[in-house]
C-alpha cells in the first residue's frame, strides 16, 4: 500500500480547501435553494463577443498563438487601460494574457516569493492569495482590515506589518468579499508608504470597471508607482465572460519576463478561441460594461436598502457586486447564521470566514443576481431574522 500522506507535498495537503466551494457543494445536494453565493454576472457574453469566438471556430483559428498572447489583443488591452485608467504598458514586453486572473495572480507571486518572504496579505479578501503565497513557500502575513475604515487598508496597518522580509502587498480593490474601493487619496497614503523600499504590489483590479463612486484609480497611475505595481485583470467580470477563463497581468518588462517563463512551461498560452473574442470585448465592449454596471448599481442599492429594513447593517459597498452585512449582532457565528440560513430557511450567502478571520460576524452576499431573485433571498432573509428576534 503506498503512503499518500508521505507522498504529497505537506504544503498542498495542509492547504484548506476554499470556504466558497464548501457552500457551492452543499447547495448542489439541496432543492429549492434561493442563493446569492455566486461572484458571477447573470448576463451572458453580449452577442458580439460570442459571435467572434464563434467565426474565430469557423474559420479554423484553432492554432497556439505566442506564449503571451496575440499581438492584436495585448495592443487592444493597452489601448484599453490607456483610455480607461490613464495607464500605458507596452504590448510586445510588458502584458501577459493568461488563462483567467487566478493564472495572472500565481504567476505573479511565484516569480517573486524566495524561501520565507512575506507577503501583505489584507483581509477579508479573495481566498487564493494566502494558499498560493504559502505554494511558493513565502509567508502570508495577514493585515485585518476593519468595519469602521470601510474595510480600506490604512497606512497605519500597512505600515505596522511592514519587515525586512516583506517582499510584497497584495491590493485586492474593489475588493471580494467587501465591497470596498480605494480612493486616490486612499492610495496616495499606502504609496507614501512603500515608496524608498523595495516592496512590489500586487494590484488585483478585476473588478475595477463595477466602481460606483467615481472612477477607479490604479496605484500604478501615482508617481513612482509603476515600477512597482504588478496589476492583474481580466474579461469574467466585466464583460461576463467567466466561463471564456481569460486574464491579463502587466508589469515592467523586468518583472513580465519571468512570468513568463512559468507561463511557458505550465500553461504555454491562453486559448486562441477565448483569445479572439477578447479582442472584440476590449475594442468594442464599452456599452456593454456601462450597460452591466448600471444594472449592478441598481441592484446595489436595491440590496442595501433592503438589508437595512430588515434591521442588518451594513456599510454601502462602493465596488464589485457583493455586499458585506454584519450578522454578528444575532449571537452566531457567520457559519451558523449562514448554515441555519440554508438548512431552515433555503437561502445561502457566504459566510464572512470563508475569507479570513478578519470576516467573523459578517457574511458575503452577491448582487449579481436579477431584483426578483434577490426580492425571494431578502424575503427568507427577514423570515430568519425575525425568529432570531422571538
Known sequence: MIDYNKILSPVVRNTPKSGIRKYFDLLDTMDDIVGLTVGQPDFVTPWHIREAGIESLEKGKTYYTSNSGTLELREEINRYLTRRFDLSYDPKKEIIVTVGGSEAIDIALRSVIAPGDEIIVPTPSFVCYSPLTAMADGVPVIVETKNEDKFKLTPEALRAAITPKTKMLVLPFPNNPTGAIMTRKDL????????????????????????YSGSHCSIASLDGMKERTIIVSGFSKSYAMTGWRLGYVCAPA?????????????????????????????????????????????????????????????????????????????????????????????????????????GEGFARISYAYSIKHITQALERIEAFVKDLKK
Open 254 to 358: 523586468p518583472l513580465t519576463e519571468q512570468m513568463l517563463k512559468i507561463h511557458q512551461y505550465a500553461i504555454m498560452c491562453a486559448p486562441t478561441t477565448s483569445q479572439l473574442a477578447a479582442t472584440e470585448a476590449v475594442r468594442n465592449g464599452d456599452d456593454d460594461i456601462a450597460m452591466m454596471v448600471g444594472e449592478y448599481n441598481r441592484r446595489r442599492k436595491f440590496i442595501y436598502n433592503g438589508l437595512k429594513e430588515i434591521g442588518i447593517s451594513s456599510f454601502e459597498p462602493e465596488g464589485a457586486f457583493y455586499i458585506f452585512p454584519k450578522i454578528g449582532d444575532f449571537g452566531l457565528t457567520s457559519e451558523e447564521f449562514c448554515n441555519r440560513l440554508l438548512y431552515d430557511y433555503h437561502c445561502a450567502i457566504i459566510p464572512g470566514t470563508a475569507f479570513g478571520q478578519g
Open 188 to 211: 496616495e497614503g499606502i504609496a507614501e508608504v512603500l515608496r524608498g523600499t523595495n516592496i512590489l504590489v500586487l494590484s488585483d483590479e478585476i473588478y475595477a470597471e463595477m466602481t
